[in-house]
């Protein structure tokens, strides 16, 4: 009982400011434009269109995969979330200069802020997928209740990378625009628009490497479970039921590193930005 | 650590680097791994080896010359900057004030950027609640309170964001950096109100600041910071003295500046009378001749002729009239000329002074002319006080 005492004093204030941050992130993002918060599903729905179109429509892309199109948009979708809290966690530390400079906060509040800000527009878009899952004729399951934990991993990896990014923004500032390549190349890497049995057929070796990316590992989960089990996991890629494992690590390596660099960093960000 | 002392700085030393050429991007890291002169950067000690503790309920003040590291002494107690040597241990919550409204947003209404501003502080939103009408009625702000705060004026911004700091921060500790400097008559007013308030709720601030009078004023204990060490800890009234001797040059003999030095004359009135002249006649030891001529464009009834003198502080020090010297001028007519002379003992304080003189008509209150700042003097003196004035007052002794 003293102990929760303890750890709820201790962070009374990261949460108080926490949930600050997020309610004020939620109000202004959009405030001033006609359509408002619509635009949080119109970014993700538009990307999907054009994907749709070109990909499948006239290519015919993933013809032989059940419900393509609620499974490609549950790729944007996530990836959609993976964009977003990177590039959150780049600015959070040097947007918030002013305050930082200011007043002796958990620092870490800002980051994890713009976690909570992207991970809410990620459940407004859920429920448009949930709509197109209905109108695509996809059964709904009890699988659907995987979704929270594989959310869960989906959010330690995206905040663990923002971690890093933003303790990176702060000493050198050319970091955004290197970021914006990777997750452009990340985007084609990653098994979003094209089903990674394409690749499978190519080489079974380069289909196993772009699996240990855990973005790849968690959107092919989650097709598995919840659109399609036509959808290959990181275990049947590598024939294997422990190949999950190499995925977790690789989160908890970025986490590990994530949490030390920006501890080591965040007692000096006051007087570096 | 004591139960009484809530702040304790031990030799806290603190440097920052200042680099010659910052490698702040990637680029640079690549394009010039070895090159020496990235590496090369100055140390700028903000700190050095400081020491003390602030026991509970005290009033500590930091006086200092701009850049001589009371701001980063205040940052490090509040817990922003880490000190490169040294601890500082802090029992107790603290509420810093390096600068109101801390984190308010334009895009926000004013009830939202309470909430938020709170929030920064540690406030829950409960706890703003149970405040929040308290804070509107202080800011005096009821109807604005769902407007934008871009839609708010400097002033209305600053109300706001002092109330909610005064409010709410009902904490142990407070630090508070100059926040005073801004605003007007009225506003400052309030802010000393409230520091009157502290004082008597007992509450430990630390505060920094330029203004002497304050420091006097409200101050129990006051360290003096010169190039980045503490030079003096102990009462304000030495710390205060030693701060405005730094500013006052050495020598002995009292000089005389005329009114050259002042720009920005500025002078008001009905124009029916004009001060043509003011000079400094003598300036000793023991007084100070001061004679202005007035010419008078119309006939004013029993005019009344007053001076005023006023310290670097922008306190008035002394002054008088005829009105007050019961010494009655008859209708003086168009066209005439009158000359004044008025002898000041010299009592004043060591520091540069500057003069008002006015001619009203016999209400008092319809000016003539009113000189502001007409002319100004300097005093060095050698029995120099602390205090506002310092007349020679006799002190014998007997067995």
Same mark, same amino acid.
Request: avoid cysteine; charge should be negative; hydrophobic fraction near 40%.
């Given at each position: 009982m003293k102990i929760f005492e303890k750890l709820k004093q201790k962070y009374h204030y990261a949460v108080i400011l926490l949930r600050q941050l997020v309610i004020t992130d939620f109000k202004i993002r959009y405030k001033g434009s006609v359509l408002g918060y619509i635009w949080t599903l119109l970014r993700p729905l538009a990307l999907f269109a054009v994907l749709y179109t070109v /990909?499948?429509? /006239?290519?015919?892309?993933?013809? *032989?995969?059940?419900h393509y199109a609620v499974y490609l948009l549950m790729g944007v979708i996530f990836w959609n979330y993976f964009t977003e809290v990177t590039n959150n966690g780049v600015s959070a530390i040097v947007g918030k200069g002013d305050l930082l400079r200011k007043l002796a906060f958990p620092r870490y509040v800002v980051v994890v802020a713009g976690s909570f800000s992207a991970l809410i527009n990620l459940a407004i878009n859920l429920v448009v997928l949930g709509i197109f899952m209905i109108i695509n004729g996809v059964p709904f399951t009890? *699988?659907?209740?995987?979704l929270i934990p594989i959310i869960f991993e989906l959010f330690v990896f995206g905040l663990s990378v923002a971690l890093i990014l933003s303790t990176l923004y702060v000493k050198f500032r050319d970091i955004n625009y290197i970021w914006e390549v990777v997750l452009q190349a990340g985007f084609y890497a990653t098994p979003i628009l094209y089903p990674i049995t394409l690749v499978m057929e190519k080489s079974l070796f380069i289909a196993k490497l772009m699996m240990l990316n855990p973005m790849a590992q968690i959107m092919q989960d989650a097709r598995h479970l919840i659109i399609t089990s036509q959808a290959e996991t990181i275990t049947s890629i590598y024939n294997n039921p422990y190949a999950r494992l190499i995925s977790f690590s690789i989160i908890i390596i970025f986490a590990v590193i994530g949490i030390i660099y920006f501890k080591k960093k965040s007692p000096s960000f006051a007087e570096e930005i | 650590m004591s139960k009484e002392i809530v702040i304790s700085v031990k030799n806290v030393s603190k440097s920052f680097k200042l680099p010659h050429? &910052?490698? #702040?991007?990637v680029k640079s890291l690549f394009v010039n791994p070895f090159n020496q002169n990235r590496k090369k950067f100055e140390v700028q000690h903000a700190l050095r080896n400081i020491s003390f503790d602030i026991k509970k309920g005290e009033f500590f003040g930091i006086v200092g010359r701009n850049g001589s590291g009371k701001s980063t002494l205040l940052k490090i107690i509040a817990g922003i900057y880490q000190p490169n040597k040294g601890n500082v241990v802090v029992d107790g919550k603290i509420v810093p004030f390096?600068?109101?409204?801390?984190?308010?947003?334009? @895009?926000?209404t004013g009830r939202e950027n309470v909430y938020l501003n709170g929030a920064l502080l540690g406030f829950s939103e409960k706890e703003v609640d149970l405040k929040y009408k308290e804070i509107v009625d202080f800011a005096e702000l009821d109807r604005f309170?769902? @407007? &934008?705060?871009?839609?708010?004026?400097s002033g209305m911004q600053v109300r706001l964001a002092f109330s909610v700091a005064t409010i709410l921060a009902e904490s142990d500790i407070l630090l508070i950096d100059e926040v005073l400097a801004v605003g007007d008559a009225d506003f400052q007013r309030k802010c000393f109100n409230y520091f009157r308030h502290l004082k008597k709720l007992k509450k430990t601030v630390v505060f920094v600041s330029h203004d002497m009078e304050s420091i006097r004023e409200y101050c129990d204990r006051c360290v003096f910071i010169n190039d980045a060490e503490i030079v003096y800890d102990g009462s304000p009234e030495k710390a205060a003295e030693m701060y405005l001797a730094m500013f006052n040059e050495s020598g002995h003999i009292d000089k005389v500046t005329n009114k050259s030095t002042i720009e920005n004359v500025s002078r008001w009135g #009905?124009?029916?009378?004009?001060? #043509?002249d003011i000079k400094i006649e003598n300036l000793s030891e023991k007084e100070i001749k001061i004679s202005t001529e007035i010419s008078f464009l119309e006939t004013i009834e029993q005019p009344i002729v007053g001076i005023q003198i006023t310290n670097s502080m922008g306190q008035p020090v002394c002054g008088t009239n005829n009105k007050i010297l019961r010494k009655n001028l008859e209708s003086v007519k168009a066209g005439q000329k009158i000359t004044c002379v008025w002898t000041i003992p010299n009592i004043f304080s060591s520091g540069n002074y500057t003069v008002d003189v006015a001619v009203t008509h016999h209400d008092g209150v319809t000016q003539a002319d009113w000189w502001h700042e007409a002319t100004d003097f300097k005093i060095i003196n050698e029995l120099n006080t602390s205090h506002i004035v310092s007349p020679i007052i006799g002190q014998d002794f007997s067995l």
């Open positions: /990909f499948v429509y /006239f290519l015919r892309v993933g013809s *032989n995969i059940p009890w *699988n659907i209740l995987w | 050429e &910052k490698a #702040d991007s390096i600068e109101l409204g801390v984190g308010f947003n334009p @895009q926000l309170m769902d @407007q &934008k705060l871009r839609n708010y004026s #009905d124009g029916s009378a004009h001060f #043509d």
